[in-house]
């Protein structure tokens, strides 16, 4: 139970609304007055989707859930309102006055007047109708740009915000195990440094909006075997513990973020939501974090339902709130009646609920949800009428210009140009043949939670609400002079072949042929890509591998364009095409970005965050293998990709040259120091990424053959050349010992400056001396790199 507290305040206003005071002091005065049943309604929340009309929010009926009565609840207060903005399409300012509404109605329900937090998705933009869809999170792994995604993320949270919004269930932290994965488009990539750095990137920005970032899905979840989802996680501890955690340290250490989502899947036998070591043990007491966890949705009465570990709702629920999930969504299951019932009866002590609830409610407090002139106004309603609906419908703009403009310089950095015999940039061409099933989709640009995709689908008769431009529009706009026949030729997924001769039949007729190819973003099952769309290979689903084959059997130049979440193994095309362009569901500006990387307007400059591989099997494999995964006689399997981790091509050429090394030896806790040049010898202006590999050739466990610890981008125009500066900690040298500490062992090392994991440009020798040294999460955890003002033409 909590003690009593003796704080002085002034009789009209409550201690826990006065802000003057120190917030544990606030929120130990409330939790002292509360009930019960009044702390556990902080505990979930209600899916709800706001009126169209502007009137107060009606709880969402998922076919999950038994309907909820919000009049029955309210009286006890309310913790989180689930999406009132995602469930269904509403316009913008409708939407924002419908809650706020429902947050006066929330607000005079309980006697605390303790408003709710309400969450939405923002994994790809704010998942709402007419919000800008930027790239997928693939993307920003592809940009190797950490300030950009901080600038979209900051834009994303402004328009939360703005709509009174408090908390966004992003991003994705799990590293791709498995391409065969579903969810592999939510992800950044395969490298856990990339991963991390990005998803940090994207948390600050969210967060400097005022919306809070939840890092997810903690911890595992793209590890389930043979990429199914929800599946068994069978990883050990150290690939747990140096793969899939440290970019949820990073973003946690150094992001600052304030909320974690616990995972559906079970690592050995234990489902994340009730694990006490991992949420409470690694994330609270050993990392610092003093945030909410949150369920995944439905999460806490899976472990009743699914995973088996619980008899009933109530002891569903005491397990994940002593494992330490603090706050139950989508709405309330387990954590309503039974958790209240189970405290009475003794099954779960209150001293849990307490220290759920004091957690939410300072998050509350941080936020200003307390305080006495908290208002529930949001920005976009400042000055205006909330009795006129009619005058508010169409005010807001969530896919203003500058979201535009910044979702197309997202998108032109994440293209990836795979291969190119000289054919790109297109010159003035005369005819061009677009086939494929993505020339004319205009989701194909598009993630699984993207509102579109998501909701939108749910909704045939409502527009989009954004715009989207197909292949063909982007096309059409680009090469305003050329001669443009489209031919669908197959559909993404219907194995349909009686249009490949109509296809053959343009490709004959044209100087180029342009091919989109690719995914179908969507949820369980009804796409080839997104959650619960997992895949048996990493073949082109449907006929798209026939489709292409037999295009490149015309004997004309082929440019395949993918527009996909995840990377596909593409065959023949690998060698025979005339270019590849990879991109992976840029976005509504995607198309534009694509076919200005076509014509040249844009050089591109991005780099793959996840392998291509080079057979459609042989999954699960990334770059980050040890010496065993590699090719080899042991194997009739061979894994090297077609295209590597990090690899990308541009339409200049950059020279890489006059190492030096100037420190190659420190001890255990020390830094190494090196300098090198890059040049662009080549025509245009250009970015090339300098990637920092680490290689350990003897070590007392185990490692990679190599791994990132570094990268920057490196901006200049032709004849230019600038000297890079490189600081590399000895802690990036650390990796998980034999018994489970982390450590920085003294020894030989490699640091790899390399265009791609499998091209390395220079190589610096250097040695780790002293005593074996242990490191924990305030180790250092980039390398450092200082760019000289460019020299030069």
């Known amino acids: 139970m909590t003690a009593n507290v003796a704080v002085e305040t002034t009789p009209e206003v409550p201690l826990w609304n006065d802000p003057s005071q120190d917030i544990p002091s606030r929120v130990s005065a409330l939790i002292e007055a509360m009930t019960v049943e009044e702390k556990v309604a902080q505990l979930y929340g209600v899916w709800v989707g706001a009126s169209d009309e502007g009137g107060e929010v009606a709880p969402h009926q998922h076919d999950m859930e038994e309907a909820v009565d919000l009049d029955a609840l309210l009286p006890a207060g309310l913790g989180q309102l689930t999406r009132p903005f995602g469930t269904a399409p509403v316009d913008p300012a409708l939407g924002a006055l419908s809650l706020l509404r429902t947050q006066r109605r929330i607000t005079a329900g309980n006697r605390f007047r303790i408003p709710a937090l309400a969450h939405e998705e923002c994994l790809a933009g704010f998942a709402t109708w007419g919000a800008t869809a930027y790239p997928v999170p693939l993307s920003w792994g592809a940009t190797f740009d950490p300030d950009l995604i901080r600038r979209m993320a900051a834009a994303i949270g402004r328009d939360m915000r703005a709509v009174g919004v408090h908390q966004g269930l992003a991003p994705v932290l799990d590293v791709v195990r498995d391409a065969r994965w579903g969810r592999v488009e939510e992800t ?18 969210l967060q400097s909006a005022g919306v809070v970032a939840t890092l997810k899905h903690f911890a595992g979840y793209s590890a389930s075997r043979a990429g199914r989802n929800l599946a068994p996680v069978g990883m050990g501890p150290r690939e747990r513990a140096d ?68 008899g009933d709702w109530a002891e569903a629920a005491g397990t994940a709130l002593r494992a330490g999930v603090d706050i139950e969504l989508p709405t309330v299951k387990t954590y309503g009646a039974p958790l209240v019932d189970a405290v009475r009866a003794g099954r779960v002590p209150e001293d849990l609920v307490d220290r759920a609830v004091r957690r939410v409610l300072t998050q509350k407090a941080r936020l200003g949800l307390l305080d006495a002139d908290w208002s529930p106004v949001p920005a976009v309603l400042d000055g205006a009428d909330p009795d006129d609906p009619d005058a508010l419908r169409g005010t807001v703009d969530l896919d203003s210009p500058a979201n535009r403009e910044l979702a197309r310089t997202v998108a ?43 909701v939108g689908v749910h909704h045939p ?62 949820l369980f099952g009804r796409g080839t890509s997104g959650e619960g769309c997992d895949a048996e290979s990493l073949e082109l689903p449907g006929a798209q591998q026939r489709l292409l084959d037999a295009l490149l059997d015309t004997g004309k130049p082929v440019v395949a364009v993918l527009l996909a979440g995840r990377p596909y193994a593409l065959g023949r095309a690998t060698g025979e095409a005339a270019a590849i362009v990879q991109s992976f569901f840029p976005g509504v500006e995607g198309t534009t970005a694509i076919a200005g990387v076509l014509s040249g307007r844009t ?15 042989g999954q699960p494999a990334t770059y980050l293998g040890a010496r065993l995964a590699q090719a080899g006689d ?88 600038r000297r890079v500066r490189v600081g590399v900690p000895a802690d990036l040298a650390s990796f998980t010992g034999r018994d489970g500490r982390r450590i920085v062992e003294p020894g030989a090392l490699e640091l790899r400056l390399a265009a791609s994991s499998a091209d390395t440009r220079l190589t610096a020798s250097v040695r780790l001396t002293g005593a074996l040294r242990e490191v924990d999460h305030t180790r250092r955890l980039h390398a450092r790199f200082e760019q000289d003002p460019p020299a030069g033409a």
């Open 461 to 522: 008769q409502t527009p989009a609400g954004i715009d989207l431009p197909t292949m063909r529009d982007a096309l059409a706009r680009e090469f305003p002079d050329a001669e443009l026949t489209v031919v669908r030729g197959t559909g993404v997924d219907d194995g349909d072949v009686f249009g490949i001769p109509e296809a053959v039949h343009a490709a004959r007729e044209a100087d180029v042929v342009v091919v989109a190819l690719g995914d179908r973003s969507g």
């Open 243 to 310: 793969i899939v955690l440290p970019p949820f340290e990073m973003a946690l250490v150094e992001g600052k973020a304030q909320s974690v989502m616990h995972a559906y899947t079970d690592t050995d036998g234990m489902p994340s939501a009730a694990d006490e070591d991992l949420l409470t043990g690694l994330l609270r007491d050993t990392w610092g974090f003093d945030g909410t966890v949150v369920a995944d949705y439905f999460g806490i009465a899976f472990l009743h339902t699914l995973h088996g570990v619980a």
């Open 412 to 454: 032109e950095e994440a293209v990836v140009l795979l291969a190119n015999d000289g054919t790109l940039p297109l010159t003035a061409p005369r005819r061009i043949a677009l086939i494929g099933p993505n020339a004319t989709e205009a989701g194909a640009v598009l993630g699984c939670y993207s509102f579109p995709q998501h």
């Open 634 to 721: 042991v194997s009739s399997i061979d894994p090297t990709p077609a295209f590597p981790f990090g690899h990308g091509l541009s339409y200049t050429s950059f020279d890489w040259c006059d190492l030096t090394v100037e420190r190659a030896e420190t001890d255990t806790s020390g830094e190494f120091s090196l300098a090198f040049t890059v040049r662009n010898t080549g025509d245009r202006r250009g970015s090339e990424v300098v990637q920092l590999y680490l290689h350990d050739p003897v070590a007392s466990v185990v490692q990679p053959v190599q791994r990132l610890v570094g990268y920057t981008r490196v901006p200049l125009a032709p004849g230019q050349s």
């Open 603 to 617: 050089n591109p400059s991005g780099r793959l965050p996840v392998s291509v591989p080079r057979g459609s099997g």
């Open 188 to 205: 950044i990539g395969e490298d856990p440094y990339l991963v991390g750095s990005i998803g940090t990137a994207y948390v600050q920005g």
